[in-house]
């Protein structure tokens, strides 16, 4: 039985070097960082799902067009990254607005249905699942199971629900996106294995991430289930024009230091060129392994 891999990008204007939103790090994003996987994935075959801000796209339709261009998907990671608009801090209506608004704007800008969601940060609460429905979503992939490193991002306390989610994609329960239950949401949950199978573990550690690799491999060589890799354009980029001071955006000194300071500095590792070669290689890997490079819309969950 053959494998699958989800390579999922996320496409925003967020500037890894503050944290803060900038449009001039979206315009490099468009122009830099999103031909770059591009290229990568037409080197390889690769047909992969990338979650749009709304409001980015809106302002910038070709990144849209020219990513659907190629046959990948066109999918929603929310109207706005702001901290502020978090999935956990917002109603049911509030999230169902936000929701039904941005599918509006990327369905308008593709010209088809979208159907996949993931939240900025992996930040959902109870009501996610329902207003998810509502707004007429099928997938969502704003889970990761059992990994650890939470304690250094926003919204931690809600993830630690983390802890007790199936590993492998899953129908979702009606109140918990983390569990398993009956609802239409199919859950297609990041990888991860203590720690992140995902862009920016791979440019801080190399080395841990072939290690968790590796396990992830052993996992699901012979159950055909999902890896999902998580990426994001602006990691292919560098912003050595902008000398900027954190941008503090947690609400005690202690998270600032966790989820600002010091994660921060950490991301900022091998940006660019580095991570374009390191994450050639994750692909090597799954390719030669003979997975089969998968859309998150056309998974189904046996």
Same mark, same amino acid.
């Given at each position: =039985?053959?494998?699958?891999?989800?390579?999922?990008?996320?496409?925003?204007?967020?500037?890894?070097?503050?944290?803060?939103?900038?449009?001039?790090?979206?315009?490099?994003?468009?122009?830099?960082?999103?031909?770059?996987?591009?290229?990568?994935?037409?080197?390889?075959?690769?047909?992969?799902?990338?979650?749009?801000?709304?409001?980015?796209?809106?302002?910038?339709?070709?990144?849209?067009?020219?990513?659907?261009?190629?046959?990948?998907?066109?999918?929603?990671?929310?109207?706005?990254?702001?901290?502020?608009?978090?999935?956990?801090? =917002?109603?049911?209506?509030?999230?169902?607005?936000?929701?039904?608004?941005?599918?509006?704007?990327?369905?308008?800008?593709?010209?088809?249905?979208?159907?996949?969601?993931?939240?900025?940060?992996?930040?959902?609460?109870?009501?996610?699942?329902?207003?998810?429905?509502?707004?007429?979503?099928?997938?969502?992939?704003?889970?990761?199971?059992?990994?650890?490193? =939470?304690?250094?991002?926003?919204?931690?306390?809600?993830?630690?629900?983390?802890?007790?989610?199936?590993?492998?994609?899953?129908?979702?329960?009606?109140? @918990?996106?983390?569990?398993?239950?009956?609802?239409?949401?199919?859950?297609?949950?990041?990888?991860?294995?203590?720690?992140?199978?995902?862009?920016? =573990?791979?440019?801080?550690?190399?080395?841990?991430?072939?290690?968790?690799?590796?396990?992830?491999?052993?996992?699901?060589?012979?159950?055909?289930?999902?890896?999902?890799?998580?990426?994001?354009?602006?990691?292919?980029?560098?912003?050595?024009?902008?000398?900027?001071?954190?941008?503090?955006?947690?609400?005690?000194?202690?998270?600032?230091?966790?989820?600002?300071?010091?994660?921060?500095?950490?991301?900022?590792? @091998?940006?660019?060129?580095?991570?374009?070669?390191?994450?050639?290689?994750?692909?090597?890997?799954? @390719?030669?392994?003979?997975?089969?490079?998968?859309?998150?819309?056309?998974?189904?969950?046996?």
């Amino acid at each position: =039985m053959k494998g699958t891999c989800f390579l999922t990008n996320d496409v925003e204007t967020t500037s890894i070097v503050n944290g803060g939103l900038r449009e001039d790090t979206g315009i490099k994003v468009w122009k830099e960082g999103l031909p770059a996987l591009l290229d990568l994935y037409d080197e390889y075959g690769v047909k992969a799902t990338f979650f749009y801000i709304a409001n980015f796209a809106k302002d910038y339709p070709d990144i849209v067009k020219m990513v659907q261009a190629k046959g990948h998907e066109i999918a929603c990671h929310g109207l706005t990254h702001r901290h502020d608009m978090a999935f956990d801090t =917002m109603s049911y209506d509030q999230q169902l607005d936000h929701l039904k608004t941005a599918k509006a704007i990327l369905e308008d800008i593709a010209g088809e249905e979208v159907v996949s969601f993931r939240s900025p940060a992996l930040r959902v609460n109870a009501d996610t699942p329902r207003a998810l429905v509502e707004a007429g979503f099928r997938f969502d992939s704003s889970v990761a199971p059992q990994r650890m490193d =939470m304690f250094m991002s926003l919204g931690s306390k809600g993830k630690l629900q983390w802890f007790g989610a199936p590993r492998t994609p899953y129908v979702a329960s009606a109140d @918990n996106l983390a569990r398993r239950g009956e609802s239409p949401i199919t859950e297609v949950p990041v990888s991860s294995f203590g720690l992140p199978y995902i862009g920016t =573990m791979m440019r801080i550690s190399p080395l841990l991430t072939r290690m968790t690799r590796s396990f992830l491999y052993w996992e699901t060589k012979n159950t055909g289930k999902g890896i999902n890799f998580l990426i994001h354009p602006n990691e292919l980029i560098t912003e050595e024009d902008l000398h900027l001071k954190t941008e503090k955006r947690a609400s005690n000194y202690i998270s600032y230091l966790l989820s600002d300071v010091l994660r921060r500095r950490l991301k900022q590792r @091998n940006l660019g060129e580095e991570a374009i070669r390191l994450f050639k290689q994750e692909i090597e890997y799954w @390719n030669k392994k003979d997975y089969q490079f998968k859309r998150i819309k056309d998974y189904e969950c046996l």
